[in-house]
């Protein structure tokens, strides 16, 4: 799920009807799990993720020092590096590289969706005590 369907699903998920307080208790497990699966998903695909950019880091250093053979920049689909980078300037090269930028940029959306179904989680987690709060004023 992405994360603007999460916060939409969540618009919808959080709200609880005053008129069935006992209905709306049963409904946080079922709300728990759900977005635990999200948080889970979201977890794996971020460690995935972490996995991968190290990898190409590693490659993309190695392609900015000219160490790919031919068959290495034929497989990624790479030009060979044209430029002699020396190691003071390669954090440069690095860092600007659209490739890493890429990942980096998925992981930076994966963590914060994963903060979005944490604070989601531990809202979850406190709705009991609202739903009895709730219930005695109610009375």
């Known amino acids: 799920?992405?994360?603007?369907?999460?916060?939409?699903?969540?618009?919808?998920?959080s709200e609880i009807d005053k008129t069935e307080l006992g209905k709306?208790?049963?409904?946080?497990?079922q709300l728990h799990s759900k977005y635990l699966k999200?948080?889970?998903?979201?977890?794996?695909?971020?460690?995935?993720?972490?996995?991968?950019?190290?990898?190409?880091?590693k490659?993309?250093?190695q392609y900015y020092q000219g160490l790919l053979s031919k068959e290495e920049l034929e497989a990624?689909?790479?030009?060979?590096?044209?430029?002699?980078?020396?190691?003071?300037?390669l954090p440069i090269?690095?860092?600007?590289?659209?490739?890493?930028?890429?990942i980096e940029q998925k992981i930076k959306l994966i963590e914060d969706k994963l903060e979005?179904?944490?604070n989601i989680i531990r809202t979850?987690?406190?709705?009991?005590?609202?739903?009895?709060?709730?219930?005695?004023d109610w009375e």
């Open 76 to 89: 990624n689909q790479w030009d060979p590096q044209p430029l002699k980078i020396l190691k003071t300037d």
């Open 116 to 118: 979005i179904i944490e």
């Open 124 to 136: 979850l987690n406190n709705r009991g005590y609202l739903l009895k709060t709730a219930y005695r």
């Open 24 to 29: 709306e208790s049963i409904r946080i497990p």
């Open 93 to 102: 090269y690095m860092e600007s590289d659209g490739y890493l930028q890429n």
């Open 59 to 61: 490659l993309r250093h």
């Open 1 to 13: 799920m992405k994360t603007e369907e999460l916060i939409i699903e969540w618009e919808k998920d």
């Open 38 to 57: 999200e948080f889970y998903l979201a977890k794996t695909t971020l460690v995935k993720l972490t996995h991968d950019y190290k990898n190409l880091y």
